[in-house]
């Protein structure tokens, strides 16, 4: 019994000893001189006299009424709980999101910077096309370019003449035959290892078995061409371009990709048309996806039958299946290939993507 | 209540505690504050619902009115609001149910009654015709307003001196005490 500001503060627990006669007459009679004045307290001594009707007692409902008020506080703290930390794993995957973001536009930007300091830079050893003024090795050899170039045009002229160029030799971009290239870093010390495809480069080895329109001539006809000039364009060997033929001449297993060492590549002369091919590759190829970010050779063979058709595609050494599309569509939309000796050939290239 | 021993409200008054949760929203503060009535709310809801599993689901319904409308509302006397926040609840429960019966009781009433009358007793002046209108009251009425407002005895006193029962005694001092307002309002407006 709580007395505040001259009234008494009754509990169900004072109702309980009023109703069960533990209070005074006096007591008794001011708790309910009270309950006349307040329906809250006269309501709540019906009520626990209506219990009284009931087995279970007031009591026991009070107390599981406690525990259910307990419990629904618990329930609400665990809610919060619960928001406060989903709002958490929220700002966790918001960062990793931004992150995410942040790191493909870096790539992306670093990507073209790249290539942008690769167009511009002419002392770069990425193996783009290269002015010979640009490097001191290719400029010893730049005379000997402009020569061979002027040589080049005039000897083209009369193997066409002569009907000895392949067919489709003449629809190879001109900037493919003036401009002489610069090896990739990886041949710098090995150029005689390897040759290149242009016609300037066939190497006046006489183990090599290359078979190459101009090389089919007789012997007669080949010191002919010499005496024209020819023997002088040699020093386009300087010109191997990205795109490198292997299994071509006297090529080393240790050099090269582990494909150049199929037997079926040295048939490689066999085939024209490889200028245009070649140039084709070299401008076109291109890998829009974060995969351009990798870096190495790619290597494909396939067959080429004697109607120009390329068959049974295989990679033989991939960077990413996103070089590996790119190099198969570039082989199929290249200008085509034709085969001046079999039925069809297996070929295998290798592409460099720097 | 286990889960208020750490609270640091225990001893604030009622409308402190109000403030306090109308301040922060803090569920536990609204707990704190109903379970001092709880019991009371229990008692009331099984004198309306008559079931106690009823009367139980109504005081946690009404404790979840409470909150959001305690927010809402100005409420300068807790308890009293309480109460009527409780009731309401409990009529509409008895409504729901076309259990309705009759709400106009007399112990509904009190609250009105008992507010006018106060008035009355306190002005001196009013004190010659309340005994005016005591005497006009019929016998058993009288003996037990005399009994229980002049000589102060409680009902079951009052039971055993008039040889009747408790619910008779309340009962009889209830229709009174109406029968006291009616000649007074009586007076007051012949006068």
Known sequence: MKVEKNNIKYSAEDI??????????QEMQALEKAALEDPFLSDA????????????????????????????????????????????????????????????????????????????????DSGMVKTPSTTPAVNSDSDKSDMTLNQQVITEKKIRKKKLLPFNYDKAPDSSIVKPVERPADYSSKSSDTVALSIAAIPSNSKNKATDPITTESPKKRKEYKSEGFASMTPASTALNEVTIVGYGTA?????????????????????????????????????????????????????????????????????????????????EAPPLKITRGKKKRLHISISFN | MFFLRNQKNSTATDQELVQLYKQDGDIRVLA????????????????????????????MAVFEELVPKLLKHEVDHFKGWLYMVAK???????????????????????????????????????????????DNLSPDQKQTVQLFYLQEKCYKEIAVITDSDWNKVRSLIQNARRNLKICMEKDIISD
């Open chain 1, 16 to 25: 309980r000893k009023y109703l069960d006669g533990q209070l005074t007459e």
């Open chain 1, 45 to 124: 001594i019906e009520g626990i006299r209506e219990s009284r009707n009931h087995k279970v007692s007031f009591e026991s409902g009070v107390e599981e009424l406690q525990k259910r008020l307990t419990e629904r506080i618990r329930e609400k703290n665990r809610t919060s709980a619960m928001v406060l930390l989903f709002s958490k794993w929220r700002i966790a995957a918001s960062i990793l999101f931004i992150l995410g973001i942040a790191v493909l536009t870096l790539t992306y930007i670093n990507r073209k910077t790249r290539k942008t300091e690769i167009a511009k830079s002419p002392g770069s």
């Open chain 1, 252 to 332: 080393k297993k240790k050099d090269i990709s582990s494909s150049t060492t199929k037997p079926d590549t040295q048939n490689f002369a066999d085939v024209s048309g490889w200028v245009a091919f070649r140039n084709y590759i070299d401008s076109n190829k291109k890998i829009l996806t974060a995969d351009s970010i990798l870096r190495g050779d790619e290597v494909i063979s396939f067959v080429v039958n004697n109607k120009s058709k390329l068959s049974s595609f295989k990679i033989e050494k991939s960077i990413s299946l996103a070089h590996d599309a790119e190099i198969i569509r570039l082989v199929k």
């Open chain 2, 32 to 59: 704190e504050l109903y379970q001092r009535y709880m019991d009371l709310i229990y008692a009331v809801c099984l004198k309306y619902l008559k079931d106690q599993e009823a009367a139980k689901d109504a005081v």
């Open chain 2, 88 to 134: 309401n609840f409990c009529l509409m429960q008895l409504r729901s149910q076309k259990q309705m019966h009759i709400v106009h009781d007399e112990d509904i009433m009190q609250l009105t009654e008992t507010l006018h009358l106060n008035g009355v007793f306190e002005k001196e002046e009013q004190l010659n015709q309340l005994s005016k209108c005591i």
